[in-house]
C-alpha cells in the first residue's frame, strides 16, 4: 500500500484529501506545518508529497528544496504562472490549483507513483555499498552481497535515509508492503544477518544500532 503524506493546514481540506485517498486504497499521513512535515520525514518516507504552500512555521516554498527524491504535487490556491514554473523549477513533481476535480487529482497521483523514479537514479551509494533498485543487487567494494528480501528492503530504506535514525515501528511500517512476514521480534535478527553479511567482505560494520530507537548507517565506517 503506497503511503502519501498531506501536508495542509486546512482541517476541513486535510479531511477531504485523507478521505478521497482512503477510498482509493492509499494509506495517508498528516502534517499541519512545514516543521511538523519535516520532523514526519525525518523517520518516514512515504511515496508522494501533497504539499500546500500557505503553512505557518516553515512554508511550503522553504519546505519543497528539503525533500529529497520523493515526488511532490504541490495544491496550491496561488494560480500565478510564475508560481507554478518558479516551483516546478524548484523540484516539485506537478502543481495543481486549488479548487480542483478529485479526477484531476487522482489522475496526476498516479502518474507519479506510476513512475516510481521520477527521474532519479536508481543507484544508491553509501562508502562502498552500490545498490542497484532497478536491478535489486547489492554490492560492496565490487563484490556482489546476496540478501534476503527482508535485508535488501532493511539496507534500501536505511541507504535512503543516510544521515537519520530509523526508528523500529517507521521501519517495519515502510517494508511492510514488501517484506509482511517481518515482525518487530525478528526485525533485530534480520538487521543482525544483514549487518554481518556486509562486514564480512571488507570488515566495516555499516549499520549502527542506537539504543531503544531504531538503526541507521553508520558514518563513522565511511
Not at 528544496?65 to 518558479?86: C, E, H, M, T
Request: hydrophobic letters at 40%; proline letters at 4%.
Amino acid at each position: 500500500m503506497k503511503t502519501i503524506l498531506i501536508v495542509d493546514d486546512d482541517v476541513c481540506i486535510g479531511n477531504m484529501l485523507e478521505e478521497i485517498l482512503s477510498q482509493q486504497e492509499f494509506r495517508t499521513a498528516r502534517a499541519y506545518s512545514g516543521t511538523e512535515a519535516l520532523m514526519y520525514l525525518s523517520s518516514n518516507r512515504p511515496d508522494l508529497i501533497l504539499l500546500d504552500l500557505m503553512l505557518p512555521g516553515l512554508s511550503g516554498e522553504e519546505l519543497l528544496p528539503l525533500i529529497q527524491n520523493i515526488p511532490v504535487i504541490v495544491v496550491s490556491a496561488k494560480a500565478a504562472v510564475d508560481d507554478k514554473v518558479k516551483l516546478l523549477l524548484g523540484g516539485a513533481a506537478d502543481y495543481i490549483t486549488k479548487p480542483f476535480h478529485t479526477e484531476e487529482l487522482l489522475a496526476r497521483i498516479t502518474v507519479q507513483l506510476r513512475q516510481p523514479s521520477s527521474g532519479f537514479s536508481s543507484i544508491l551509494t553509501f562508502d562502498e555499498i552500490r545498490m542497484d533498485t532497478g536491478s535489486r543487487s547489492v554490492e560492496v567494494h565490487g563484490n556482489p552481497v546476496r540478501l534476503t528480501r527482508t535485508e535488501y528492503a532493511i539496507l534500501k530504506l536505511l541507504m535512503q535515509n543516510p544521515a537519520q535514525v530509523i526508528t523500529k515501528s517507521a521501519i517495519l511500517d515502510r517494508i511492510s508492503e514488501d517484506t509482511p512476514d517481518c515482525m518487530e521480534s525478528s526485525l533485530k535478527v534480520h538487521v543482525s544477518n544483514l549487518r554481518r553479511k556486509l562486514k564480512e567482505v571488507n570488515g566495516k560494520d555499516y549499520i549502527e544500532a542506537v539504543w531503544g530507537i531504531g538503526f541507521k548507517m553508520n558514518e563513522e565506517s565511511v
